[in-house]
T-cell receptor, first 116, second 110 residues
Framework: DTGVSQDPRHKITKRGQNVTFRCDPISEHNRLYWYRQTLGQGPEFLTYFQNEAQLEKSRLLSDRFSAERPKGSFSTLEIQRTEQGDSAMYLC??????????????FGSGTQLSVL | GIQVEQSPPDLILQEGANSTLRCNFSDSVNNLQWFHQNPWGQLINLFYIPSGTKQNGRLSATTVATERYSLLYISSSQTTDSGVYFCAIRRQGGSEKLVFGKGTKLTVNP
């Protein structure tokens, strides 16, 4: 068990460019979440998957954002036509939802996005 | 939506002191977790505690679900306890997302 892995750790891009982040969850975790965190705030929910199905998306997730989890393992988050307001830490978390319902989230180290 | 309020927003302690962090929430919950975000940004899960009391070393947590609050106790604080502590909740019968508070920033001085 190597924990939740996110890549890249940092990303600097110019406004208008597309960026893609990757998250590898803890193996056998069936749920995967994406959150966004700005300075001084708590993480804000973006979307989550159960296995390969995307079951919920926040209104924060505009049509420039898309997330996939094609085989129920790793996930990607793509931002098209980046804007300066997209600058934030993007956090991925995974969990196992089983019969006991004591679902604990485990977070990766995040991808820090800076849009110039 | 459900509201999560954490207090105090900032806390400065001397090493060895004890502290209590509070999380108030506005609705019934079926999931409540405490996290510690270290100065490098890593979020560490401390407790899953939708009700009752748990202890892990110098840390303990209590959730009184009927009164809609949770407390995190840190005893004999160490400089490595510094960082931001977040409470996160899931509303019972609602969305599956965890909603985070704004956190309590703890600074432990040597």
């Amino acid at each position: 068990d190597t924990g939740v892995s996110q890549d890249p750790r940092h990303k600097i891009t110019k406004r208008g460019q597309n960026v893609t982040f990757r998250c590898d969850p803890i193996s056998e975790h069936n749920r995967l979440y994406w959150y966004r965190q700005t300075l001084g705030q708590g993480p804000e929910f973006l979307t989550y998957f159960q296995n390969e199905a995307q079951l919920e998306k926040s209104r924060l997730l505009s049509d420039r954002f898309s997330a996939e989890r094609p085989k129920g393992s790793f996930s990607t988050l793509e931002i098209q036509r980046t804007e300066q307001g997209d600058s934030a830490m993007y956090l991925c978390a995974s969990s196992f939802l089983g019969g006991a319902a004591n679902e604990k989230l485990f977070f990766g180290s995040g991808t820090q996005l800076s849009v110039l | 939506g459900i509201q999560v309020e954490q207090s105090p927003p900032d806390l400065i302690l001397q090493e060895g002191a004890n502290s209590t962090l509070r999380c108030n929430f506005s609705d019934s919950v079926n999931n409540l977790q405490w996290f510690h975000q270290n100065p490098w940004g890593q979020l560490i899960n401390l407790f899953y505690i939708p009700s009752g009391t748990k202890q892990n070393g110098r840390l303990s947590a209590t959730t009184v679900a009927t009164e809609r609050y949770s407390l995190l106790y840190i005893s004999s604080s160490q400089t490595t306890d510094s960082g931001v502590y977040f409470c996160a909740i899931r509303r019972q019968g609602g969305s599956e997302k965890l909603v985070f508070g704004k956190g309590t920033k703890l600074t432990v001085n040597p």
